[in-house]
T-cell receptor
Framework: EAGVAQSPRYKIIEKRQSVAFWCNPI?????LYWYQQILGQGPKLLIQ????????DSQLPKDRFSAERLKGVDSTLKIQPAKLEDSAVYLC????????????FGEGSRLTVL | AQKVTQAQTEISVVEKEDVTLDCVYE???????LFWYKQPPSGELVFLIR??????QNEISGRYSWNFQKSTSSFNFTITASQVVDSAVYFC???????????FGTGTRLQVFP
């Protein structure tokens, strides 16, 4: 079974530029999450989708971050404009059901903002 | 508020030693779930275990064991006869009964030397 796919694995941009990350969850997983993991910290939830609807985006900095999950499968996370403090690993995860809490994570996209 | 504390930032052991990773949590929910995840150098988070608040039985899976004690709000993880492949960052996480959000601790980096 294919795991959660993310791209790109690494991205370096200058502040005020924009960047987009892509995630393809495990087939059949209705719930998709984007987490931000700053170096030395645990992952922090940015946004959760159930199919193509947003369940929780309370910690998403909406002035610069946006995410969508068209058709309830793939998802894109965009940052525009990027700030230095956005340097982090962006982890995508999916689960068959939010109830079990067993999330399957991708390898992440490491963003460096200069 | 919900919180997970992993006081040990980094632990170093020599192969075959036993090692215990501590996790202390805070929640006002009566129903909640606790998790451990492993993050190897490749970056993806690997699910290890889920425990619900009504099940205080300790669990053993091969060299891994977990000690859940509600009285001290702790969910500690022990690796017996550690191996080099156990080297990773380990995260403890909490999910309240009425939310899908996983709250992660800051992680403990385990280094096992040959």
């Amino acid at each position: 079974e294919a795991g959660v796919a993310q791209s790109p694995r690494y991205k370096i941009i200058e502040k005020r530029q924009s960047v987009a990350f892509w995630c393809n969850p495990i087939s059949g997983h209705a719930t998709l999450y984007w987490y931000q993991q700053i170096l030395g910290q645990g992952p922090k939830l940015l946004i959760q989708f159930q199919n193509n609807g947003v369940v929780d985006d309370s910690q998403l900095p909406k002035d610069r971050f946006s995410a969508e999950r068209l058709k309830g499968v793939d998802s894109t996370l965009k940052i525009q404009p990027a700030k230095l403090e956005d340097s982090a690993v962006y982890l995508c995860a999916s689960s068959l059901s939010p109830v079990t809490g067993e999330l399957f994570f991708g390898e992440g996209s490491r963003l460096t903002v200069l | 508020a919900q919180k997970v504390t992993q006081a040990q930032t980094e632990i170093s052991v020599v192969e075959k030693e036993d090692v215990t990773l501590d996790c202390v949590y805070e929640t006002r929910d009566t129903t909640y779930y606790l998790f451990w995840y492993k993050q190897p150098p490749s970056g993806e988070l690997v699910f290890l275990i889920r425990r619900n608040s009504f099940d205080e039985q300790n669990e053993i899976s091969g060299r891994y064991s977990w000690n859940f004690q509600k009285s001290t709000s702790s969910f500690n993880f022990t690796i017996t006869a550690s191996q080099v492949v156990d080297s990773a960052v380990y995260f403890c996480a909490l999910r309240g009964g009425n939310t899908d959000k996983l709250i992660f601790g800051t992680g403990t980096r385990l280094q096992v030397f040959p």
